[in-house]
């Protein structure tokens, strides 16, 4: 499988909360990055994606190939879901908020889906304003703690 097709059935994999494909496509030293104050294992970052996805059962990145550079996938993400379910980022230090109801669309981002041995070591989200966690509390009208 090429790379850009690969990076495409991860993101597709998130979307249909298919956490076991995904970690198929992945090294085992994967990390994730960009929208936390650190890079996390990929251990960690199914554990925070499970919240999302919990909270967002039609979380879509809504990803789109912008194109190849040896290892390196560029894509663009534009985040959209319904808080149908709880959002618990107690693993954040955030509390827990109650479904809400309410559906988020974050601005475009770019990132990057690299590889390493034909298998994804980073993903990488660019964060810009109105992106990322604060972005989603804010569309969902909470403030963070």
């Not at 198929?24 to 251990?43: A, E, H, R, W």
């Not at 908020?97 to 601005?107: E, M, N, W």
Request: glycine share 10%; with cysteine.
């Amino acid at each position: 499988m090429e790379n850009k097709q690969a990076a495409e059935a991860f993101l597709a994999g998130i979307n249909t909360l298919n956490l076991d494909a995904v970690a198929s496509y992945c090294t085992n030293d994967f990390t994730y990055s960009g929208p936390l104050p650190k890079p996390v294992n990929l251990q960690e970052w199914r554990g925070l994606a499970s919240v999302f996805l919990k909270a967002f059962p039609d979380w879509n990145f809504n990803a789109t190939v912008v194109r190849e550079e040896g290892n390196v996938v560029h894509v663009t993400v534009r985040i959209t879901g319904t808080q149908n379910g709880e959002l618990n980022l107690t693993p954040l230090g955030m509390g827990v908020i109650p479904a809400t109801g309410k559906s988020i669309t974050l601005p475009q981002s770019p990132g990057r889906v690299t590889f390493a041995e034909d298998k994804i070591a980073n993903f990488h989200l660019d964060v810009g304003p109105g992106a990322g966690i604060p972005g989603i509390l804010a569309q969902l009208g909470v403030k963070p703690s």
